[in-house]
Nanobody
C-alpha cells in the first residue's frame, strides 16, 4: 500500500530554518506529482508548495514564496521542503501529499489521493 512518512518538524525560533522530508513507498514516485500542505488549529488545510512529477514545475503559496523551497530526489523516493525565515504564522501541522499519475500541480487538497500523517512545526516568536 501507499505510504507517505514525514519527518523533520519541530520547535524553532522565528527567523530559523527547518527541512521537512517525506519518504514515499508503494507508488511510482518518479511519475507522481507531490505537494506540501499545512493546517493550523481552527483553520482549513492550505497549499504550501508543489512539484510536478518530473521536477520541471514548482508552485508556492504567496505566503511562503522566497522563503520555502520544494525539491525531490527520485532515487530516494523523497520530497523535501526547505523552510527558511520562519515566522510564527508558519506554525501548523505540515502534510505531504501525492496525486496519482503524471499530473500538473494542484493547490486543492481534494486533488490529492494520498496523505502522510503530518509533522508539527512550531515557530516561537
Amino acid at each position: 500500500q501507499v505510504q507517505l512518512v514525514e519527518s523533520g518538524g519541530g520547535l524553532v525560533q522565528a527567523g530559523g530554518s527547518l527541512r521537512l522530508s517525506c519518504a514515499a513507498s508503494g507508488l511510482p514516485f518518479s511519475m507522481t506529482t507531490m505537494g506540501w500542505f499545512r493546517q493550523a488549529p481552527g483553520k482549513e488545510r492550505e497549499f504550501v508548495a508543489g512539484m510536478s512529477w518530473n521536477g520541471g514545475s514548482t508552485s508556492y503559496a504567496d505566503s511562503v514564496k522566497g522563503r520555502f523551497t520544494i525539491s525531490r530526489d527520485n532515487a530516494r523516493n523523497t520530497v523535501y521542503l526547505q523552510m527558511n525565515g520562519l515566522k510564527s504564522e508558519d506554525t501548523a501541522v505540515y502534510y505531504c501529499a501525492a496525486v496519482s499519475g503524471p499530473r500538473g500541480i494542484s493547490t486543492s487538497p481534494r486533488t490529492y489521493n494520498y496523505w502522510g500523517q503530518g509533522t508539527q512545526v512550531t515557530v516561537s516568536s
